[in-house]
């Protein structure tokens, strides 16, 4: 599969609180980790042996070489990342003592991709795409060549993050042709202006097959026309919930890849969660195998 979405270097700051308005606070502790939502999940689904590319764009600056050797490593193919002038993406991440976090953005290059930039017979012998936000602060290329590459596809996974839950009915175009839809509860009930489970019934409605609901600390509601479950979560230490979602999305579709229930799916992206959440970053606690018995 491939992933289409932000590139952006996390520099992650382990903080005594994460303040409020005229607040202060200390620094205990900075770390770097390669990140973007898509990125993570491709990260974790390369891990767990699925044939993984990548669709992003980074700037000719230390932050877009790291964030490229990194993917390579994890054995993601990086034919699609387009190298530009400018700067790389970036994320400032604060995380507190009991794993809460706060994220401040810098996309650099990573809103411009334009359609005719991505090398589309290399991206189309992929059998799905996985999509999630950009934030939009530097253009909406990005964004307009999503809405467009979905018709290039019949799978399709879409994970809108706040960014793109905050855009309502723009997104509608792209969920039109989405089939595994993986927004946690508060990006569902703004973009529907309902609550998650009457949005997931909308969905449905769209066309989507599966609506996958991450609950954080709850588990997951998963909903398909014919079938409706809640999955608990696995109960761990939390060190730093950054990349849960990415996380919960590359264990779900892992096992949808490999022919598994929702159910199932769902077990299995709590897991890699649970994993995830118990370290520092996005994808250090991303498994290399998940139990044969799921």
Same mark, same amino acid.
């Given at each position: 599969?491939?992933?289409?979405?932000?590139?952006?270097?996390?520099?992650?700051?382990?903080?005594?609180?994460? #303040?409020?308005?005229?607040?202060?606070?200390?620094?205990?502790?900075?770390?770097?980790? #390669?990140?973007?939502?898509?990125?993570?999940?491709?990260?974790?689904?390369?891990?767990?042996?699925?044939?993984?590319?990548?669709?992003?764009?980074?700037?000719?600056?230390?932050?877009?070489?790291?964030?490229?050797?990194?993917?390579?490593?994890?054995?993601?193919?990086?034919?699609?990342?387009?190298?530009?002038?400018?700067?790389?993406?970036?994320?400032?991440?604060?995380?507190?003592?009991?794993?809460?976090?706060?994220?401040?953005?810098? #996309?650099?290059?990573n809103d411009t991709i334009r359609y005719e930039e991505i090398d589309l017979n290399f991206v189309k012998s992929h059998s799905l795409i996985h999509l999630t936000s950009f934030i939009c602060k530097n253009g909406f290329e990005s964004f307009k060549s999503q809405k467009?590459?979905?018709?290039?596809?019949?799978?399709?996974?879409?994970?809108?993050?706040?960014?793109?839950?905050?855009?309502?009915?723009?997104?509608?175009?792209?969920?039109?042709?989405?089939?595994?839809?993986?927004?946690?509860?508060?990006?569902?009930?703004?973009?529907?202006?309902?609550?998650?489970?009457?949005?997931?019934?909308?969905?449905?409605?769209?066309?989507?097959?599966?609506?996958?609901v991450k609950l954080g600390e709850k588990g997951c509601w998963i909903k398909s026309k014919s079938k409706e479950i809640f999955i608990p979560p696995f109960s761990v230490r939390v060190v730093d919930t950054t990349g849960a979602g990415d996380a919960f999305n590359a264990?779900?579709?892992?096992?949808?890849?490999?022919?598994?229930?929702?159910?199932?799916?769902?077990?299995?992206?709590?897991?890699?969660?649970?994993?995830?959440?118990?370290?520092?970053?996005?994808?250090?606690?991303? #498994?290399?195998?998940?139990?044969?018995?799921?």
């Amino acid at each position: 599969m491939i992933g289409f979405g932000a590139l952006n270097l996390d520099k992650i700051y382990r903080v005594d609180k994460i #303040p409020a308005a005229d607040e202060e606070g200390f620094v205990r502790d900075i770390q770097l980790f #390669p990140g973007g939502s898509a990125a993570n999940t491709i990260v974790g689904l390369s891990r767990l042996k699925v044939r993984s590319a990548y669709i992003g764009k980074i700037g000719d600056d230390v932050e877009g070489k790291i964030l490229l050797e990194d993917l390579e490593k994890e054995g993601v193919d990086t034919k699609a990342v387009i190298k530009a002038d400018g700067r790389s993406g970036t994320a400032i991440i604060f995380v507190d003592d009991l794993g809460n976090r706060a994220i401040l953005v810098d #996309p650099g290059v990573n809103d411009t991709i334009r359609y005719e930039e991505i090398d589309l017979n290399f991206v189309k012998s992929h059998s799905l795409i996985h999509l999630t936000s950009f934030i939009c602060k530097n253009g909406f290329e990005s964004f307009k060549s999503q809405k467009k590459i979905v018709g290039e596809f019949e799978l399709v996974s879409f994970d809108p993050g706040m960014p793109y839950a905050e855009r309502g009915n723009e997104i509608i175009p792209i969920l039109k042709k989405t089939t595994i839809f993986l927004p946690n509860k508060i990006e569902i009930e703004k973009i529907f202006n309902m609550d998650y489970m009457s949005a997931a019934e909308e969905c449905i409605s769209l066309g989507i097959e599966v609506v996958a609901v991450k609950l954080g600390e709850k588990g997951c509601w998963i909903k398909s026309k014919s079938k409706e479950i809640f999955i608990p979560p696995f109960s761990v230490r939390v060190v730093d919930t950054t990349g849960a979602g990415d996380a919960f999305n590359a264990g779900f579709l892992y096992g949808y890849i490999n022919g598994k229930d929702i159910e199932k799916c769902g077990k299995i992206g709590n897991y890699v969660a649970s994993l995830c959440i118990q370290q520092i970053g996005a994808r250090a606690g991303l #498994p290399r195998s998940v139990p044969i018995d799921f």
